[in-house]
């Protein structure tokens, strides 16, 4: 198993487990700052897992490899989460965390508050969720290539 793999499932993992953490709400603010940590860790661990010698370049473009992977695979997870919660909130949950004022605005402007429930908002939330998804493989690529030509060029035997 090529080494940016075998560290992109493990840093898959270990971000599927921080989704799940981010349930608990208030271990939830958390769990972002640990992300980028897990996509460090995900392109030290594939620099790790290279057969010497190791250089700057390759370090990088298999931490990038590996931190993306676990990237795409982490943000596939907490999209089908989101996607989940969101179909399972009902009206009075979506309006309860919204505050009076704002719904009085939407009410005078012509907007129906009941843009917020349904599967307008559903396919909303899964579109914006897929956005995030994408810029997250983005600064995971960059962080895991980072981290693997760092811990390749300071180690290379």
């Known amino acids: 198993m090529p080494a940016w793999l075998k560290a992109g499932l493990i840093g898959a993992g270990i971000l599927i487990v921080l989704d799940f953490i981010a349930l608990i709400p208030i271990l939830g603010c958390l769990t972002l700052p640990l992300t980028l940590v897990a996509y460090v860790a995900a392109g030290v661990l594939a620099a790790y897992y290279m057969l010497p010698p190791r250089?700057?370049?390759a370090g990088a473009g298999q931490g990038a490899l590996a931190a993306g992977l676990a990237a795409v695979i982490g943000g596939l997870v907490s999209v089908i989460i989101t996607l989940i919660?969101?179909?399972l909130m009902d009206a009075s949950t979506v309006y309860s965390q919204i505050p009076p004022?704002?719904?009085d605005q939407l009410a005078d402007s012509g907007?129906?508050?009941d843009m917020f429930v349904g599967p307008g908002a559903v396919a909303t939330i899964g579109i914006f969720s897929f956005l995030c998804c994408s810029v997250g493989v983005v600064i995971a690529a960059a962080l895991g290539a980072l981290a693997g030509a760092v811990y390749a060029s300071t180690r290379p035997h």
């Open 101 to 103: 004022e704002v719904l």
């Open 55 to 57: 250089t700057g370049s």
């Open 111 to 113: 907007i129906s508050p």
């Open 85 to 87: 919660q969101s179909t």
